[in-house]
Nanobody
């Protein structure tokens, strides 16, 4: 069992930056691929970024590529999402997720078993 908690969300002006953190409980964090997803009001939850257990492989949605950076520190059981050059369209609740025993694709919600409650990111124009 893995419990995830996001932090670092808030209100920022367009062009600004935020760093989200996702802290996991349990000893299995370092074994799992992890991901970030987001859900804007009235829209479906969408993939943002994913990182392999060893940090050797990362992937990003086209909408955030070049602006967002995913990373993790297995010694601290923590994953990060550095978000730069934020745009109003980045406004959403951001969720972190751990793969666990899920077997779907890592850019899909089905690829993750454990989810955090989410943190709100609001980008003003």
């Amino acid at each position: 069992q893995v419990q995830l908690v996001e932090s670092g969300g808030g209100l920022v002006q367009a062009g600004g930056e935020l760093r989200l953190s996702c802290t996991a409980s349990g000893r299995t964090f370092s074994r799992y691929a992890m991901g970030w997803f987001r859900q804007a009001p009235g829209k479906e939850r969408e993939f943002v970024a994913t990182i392999s257990a060893s940090s050797s492989i990362t992937a990003y949605a086209d909408s955030v590529k070049g602006r967002f950076t995913i990373s993790r520190d297995n010694a601290k059981n923590t994953m990060y999402l550095q978000m730069n050059s934020l745009k109003p369209e980045d406004t959403a609740v951001y969720y972190c997720a751990a793969r666990g025993s899920a077997r779907g694709g890592l850019t899909t919600q089905q690829g993750y078993e454990y989810w955090g409650p989410g943190t709100q990111v609001t980008v003003s124009s």
